[in-house]
């Protein structure tokens, strides 16, 4: 997970804290990147905090970081995207993920 991914917005707005139907036009892409990066850091001794850029329509290239007292809100995020698109499969990964580590 060498390669940080960009993600196009569809607002000039940098409070991007409105993940669930936020500005990030790919949406899949971007709730895959949040779940990987979350589970990557809580396996591995190698932290990183960089989860990806952010472009807005004008090209500005914004990065969006992820700070570990964020992982419980952002998997719960997850959580909720990915029942919205009935993959319950990827639910319950996750769900595994929080208790494993003991998220709270």
């Not at 979350?38 to 190698?46: A, D, G």
């Not at 499969?89 to 769900?95: D, L």
């Amino acid at each position: 997970m060498d390669d940080v991914p960009y993600f196009e917005v569809n607002s000039n707005s940098s409070d991007f804290n409105l993940f669930s139907k936020g500005p990030i036009q790919d949406q899949e892409g971007f709730y895959k990147r949040l779940y990987n990066f979350i589970k990557q850091n809580l396996n591995s001794r190698y932290k990183k905090d960089l989860l990806c850029y952010l472009v807005n329509q004008e090209g500005i290239i914004m990065e969006a970081t992820l700070d570990p007292e964020s992982y419980l809100k952002s998997l719960n995020k997850c959580i909720e995207y990915y029942r919205e698109n009935e993959e319950y499969e990827t639910c319950n990964k996750i769900k595994k993920l929080i208790e494993t580590h003991e998220l709270r």
